[in-house]
């Protein structure tokens, strides 16, 4: 899970910007919105889970009025400067409780922080019971044990102060045997006054089975199913779950 001990969203979080802008999470956001747009009921306020620095939020405000709940605090304050019309709350996806339901829940890929089967259950348990009725949850993890592949990524923007951001993600298994898989991550960060530094850090995230995320929603009473991310990237689609959760017509019919 992410913890206070990573410096990606500590000390590092004002510069998510530049490593990753809000600008290119714009397809994907909209492929999102269409699938949180086939809840059985009218879909209007969205629950984000594990929302970072806000990049989906960006975009998905134009269609929600949007909730978004991370762990970190310095990556709220991110998020609140890119979406200040969102209501943020900090929390975490395994434990939270806000009193009250959505439309639908969205949770995108920091999912990966659960590192156990016990947590999945956790975090899909938390989108469930802050669903209402016939709404629906989306879970976006970046992998699947099924399909898993190591891989090396890199990036990253220049600022209109001089400020500039370089990343390379590196990726692999250490162990197959177990649920978990470990990327390193460097970034080159470059001041306005022309310094650079380098940072370096490991991120521990848990990878799960087709069967295991299926099991897990439908446990959660969840009606669940997997839709293949349709995607412009150079990158292969991503395996997306989504939990409808039945209406109160449907859950007094089955009674």
Request: with cysteine; proline share 4%; charged share 25%.
């Amino acid at each position: 899970m992410v913890t206070q001990s990573h410096k990606f969203y500590r000390e590092l979080a004002s510069w998510w910007p530049l490593i990753s802008p809000p600008e290119e999470y714009a397809e994907e956001a909209a492929y999102f919105a269409n699938i949180l747009h086939s809840a059985a009921t009218s879909v209007s306020d969205v629950l984000e889970l594990g929302s970072g620095g806000g990049n989906n939020a960006a975009h998905l405000k134009q269609d929600f009025t949007m909730t978004l709940v991370d762990l970190s605090e310095d990556m709220l304050a991110v998020s609140k400067a890119l979406n200040p019309e969102c209501r943020h709350e900090q929390g975490d996806m395994r434990t939270v409780r806000l009193g009250r339901e959505f439309d639908a829940v969205f949770v995108h890929d920091a999912v990966g922080y659960m590192l156990t089967e016990q947590e999945l259950a956790q975090a899909v348990a938390t989108a469930a019971a802050h669903c209402r009725p016939g709404g629906v949850c989306l879970f976006v993890p970046d992998d699947l044990l099924d399909t898993y592949r190591a891989e090396t990524n890199q990036g990253g923007t220049d600022g209109s102060n001089g400020q500039a951001a370089r990343y390379l993600e590196w990726s692999w298994d250490p162990d197959p045997s177990d649920a978990t898989t470990v990327t390193h991550y460097v970034f080159l960060l470059r001041e306005s006054d022309g310094s650079v530094r380098a940072v370096h850090e490991a991120h521990q995230f848990g990878i799960f089975s087709r069967e295991t995320w299926l099991r897990t929603l439908e446990r959660c009473g969840l009606e669940a199913e997997v839709v293949l991310e349709s995607t412009s990237e150079d990158r292969p689609p991503r395996e997306i779950f989504v939990g409808y959760k039945a209406s109160d017509a449907m859950q007094g019919a089955a009674r």
